[in-house]
């Protein structure tokens, strides 16, 4: 039998009763939604996510569409799976290259999305690293003039670095001349990392 017709049955089974229930029955256990999507059909996370970046990537949609479409992902990689899954969907090149596309809002978007991913998410770091998203946040924080922009990539910045080593390296490295100590971050000290993000935050 097909698993997702064994668990519909069984939570069929477990819900199902010919005698009334009892006052202090517990409730019925709700079914879940992806046995229900993986029965009847639908379309998946992965389905949705890619259709996101489909619309914001598409020329044929308007601003105001693109920002919908991203606030969807948003929420989509705010599981931990979903975020994982943007390196299988190439889904984080697009990601970073939109946060030097010509729109702001999209730029906001962009970083915003990179920290959702990346927050306590060591193989979304790992990733976020390696794509180069580190030098174009430490950018964004250093030369946007929005101070809306600013902030969802330090936002991001921060959760790339914290307790995680080569990406607080790295973003030293990326930092402006004016802003280095000449001395290693330890990105397992939240202190130090908070420091190198007040520097950035400060700097007009």
Same mark, same amino acid.
């Given at each position: 039998?097909?698993?997702?017709?064994?668990?519909?049955?069984?939570?069929?089974?477990?819900?199902?009763?010919?005698?009334?229930?009892?006052?202090?029955?517990?409730?019925?256990?709700?079914?879940?939604?992806?046995?229900?999507?993986?029965?009847?059909?639908?379309?998946?996370?992965?389905?949705?996510?890619?259709?996101?970046?489909?619309?914001?990537?598409?020329?044929?949609?308007?601003?105001?569409?693109?920002?919908?479409?991203?606030?969807?992902?948003?929420?989509?990689?705010?599981?931990?799976?979903?975020?994982?899954?943007?390196?299988?969907?190439?889904?984080?090149?697009?990601?970073?290259?939109?946060?030097?596309?010509?729109?702001?809002?999209?730029?906001?978007?962009?970083?915003?999305?990179?920290?959702?991913?990346?927050?306590?998410?060591?193989?979304?770091?790992?990733?976020?690293?390696?794509?180069?998203?580190?030098?174009?946040?430490?950018?964004?924080?250093?030369?946007?003039?929005?101070?809306?922009?600013?902030? +969802? =990539? *330090?936002?991001?910045?921060?959760?790339?670095? @914290?307790?995680?080593?080569? %990406?607080?390296? #790295? $973003? &030293? +490295? =990326? *930092?402006?001349?004016?802003?280095?100590?000449? @001395?290693?971050?330890?990105? %397992?000290?939240? #202190? $130090? &990392?908070?420091? *190198?993000?007040?520097?950035?935050?400060?700097?007009?």
């Amino acid at each position: 039998m097909d698993p997702g017709m064994n668990h519909l049955l069984k939570w069929g089974i477990e819900n199902s009763s010919a005698d009334p229930p009892l006052s202090d029955a517990p409730p019925p256990r709700p079914i879940d939604p992806a046995i229900l999507q993986a029965i009847f059909g639908g379309p998946s996370d992965a389905d949705l996510m890619k259709q996101s970046m489909a619309a914001i990537l598409s020329p044929d949609i308007t601003l105001e569409n693109k920002l919908t479409a991203f606030d969807n992902f948003e929420q989509l990689i705010e599981s931990i799976d979903n975020a994982n899954n943007l390196e299988p969907l190439g889904l984080w090149t697009p990601l970073v290259e939109l946060m030097k596309n010509e729109e702001g809002q999209l730029r906001r978007m962009a970083a915003w999305c990179v920290g959702t991913a990346v927050q306590n998410n060591e193989k979304a770091q790992e990733r976020a690293l390696v794509m180069g998203a580190i030098p174009a946040l430490v950018k964004m924080t250093v030369e946007e003039a929005d101070e809306n922009i600013r902030r +969802k =990539a *330090l936002y991001a910045l921060s959760s790339e670095m @914290r307790n995680y080593q080569p %990406a607080t390296d #790295e $973003a &030293v +490295k =990326a *930092l402006p001349e004016k802003l280095r100590t000449g @001395r290693p971050t330890d990105a %397992a000290d939240m #202190e $130090a &990392v908070d420091q *190198l993000i007040a520097s950035l935050r400060e700097r007009k």
